[in-house]
C-alpha cells in the first residue's frame, strides 16, 4: 500500500472517529436533557435509536476501511469503492442516510486536504 494511500485512510479513519465522538455527545446531551425533564420518553427514545443507528453504521463503515486491500492505487479508486460499497451496505443495514451524507463529507473533505498537501 503506497504512503499516499496509507495517510488518506489513516486520516478517514481519524475523521470518521471524530464523527463518532460528537454523535456520542449528542447522544449524552439528550440523556441529560431526558433526566433533566426537558424532553420527553418519546423524543428521548426516538433520538436515542436514530443515534445508535448512526453509530453501528459508522462503526461497520470503519470495519470496511480496515479490510480495504492493496490493490487500490489512488484516493481516488478509494473514493469510488467506497461509494459504491457504502450504498449498498446502508440498504442491507438500513442505516440512516445521515450515515452516508457523514462518509461522505468526511471522503470529500479527506481527499481535498490530501490535494492540498500535495501542491504544497
Same mark, same amino acid.
Given at each position: 500500500?503506497?504512503?499516499?494511500?496509507?495517510?488518506?485512510?489513516?486520516?478517514?479513519?481519524?475523521?470518521?472517529?471524530?464523527?463518532? %465522538?460528537?454523535?456520542?455527545?449528542?447522544? #449524552?446531551?439528550?440523556?441529560? &436533557?431526558? +433526566?433533566?425533564? !426537558?424532553?420527553?420518553?418519546? /423524543? *428521548?427514545?426516538?433520538?436515542?435509536?436514530?443515534?445508535?443507528?448512526?453509530i453501528a453504521g459508522l462503526r461497520r463503515f470503519l470495519a470496511f476501511v480496515a479490510s480495504?486491500?492493496?490493490?487500490?492505487?489512488?484516493?481516488? %479508486?478509494?473514493?469510488?469503492?467506497?461509494? #459504491?460499497?457504502?450504498?449498498? &451496505?446502508? +440498504?442491507?443495514? !438500513?442505516?440512516?442516510?445521515? /450515515? *452516508?451524507?457523514?462518509?461522505?463529507?468526511?471522503?470529500?473533505?479527506?481527499?481535498?486536504?490530501?490535494?492540498?498537501?500535495?501542491?504544497?
Open positions: 500500500m503506497s504512503d499516499q494511500i496509507g495517510l488518506f485512510l489513516k486520516m478517514l479513519r481519524e475523521e470518521i472517529e471524530e464523527s463518532l %465522538d460528537n454523535i456520542q455527545y449528542l447522544a #449524552d446531551s439528550y440523556e441529560r &436533557k431526558f +433526566k433533566n425533564g !426537558e424532553v420527553s420518553n418519546y /423524543v *428521548y427514545n426516538e433520538n436515542e435509536v436514530f443515534l445508535a443507528q448512526e480495504i486491500s492493496s490493490d487500490v492505487k489512488t484516493p481516488e %479508486d478509494i473514493v469510488i469503492l467506497i461509494g #459504491d460499497v457504502i450504498k449498498k &451496505k446502508i +440498504k442491507d443495514y !438500513e442505516d440512516p442516510e445521515a /450515515v *452516508y451524507r457523514i462518509i461522505n463529507k468526511k471522503l470529500e473533505k479527506t481527499l481535498r486536504y490530501l490535494k492540498l498537501r500535495q501542491n504544497s
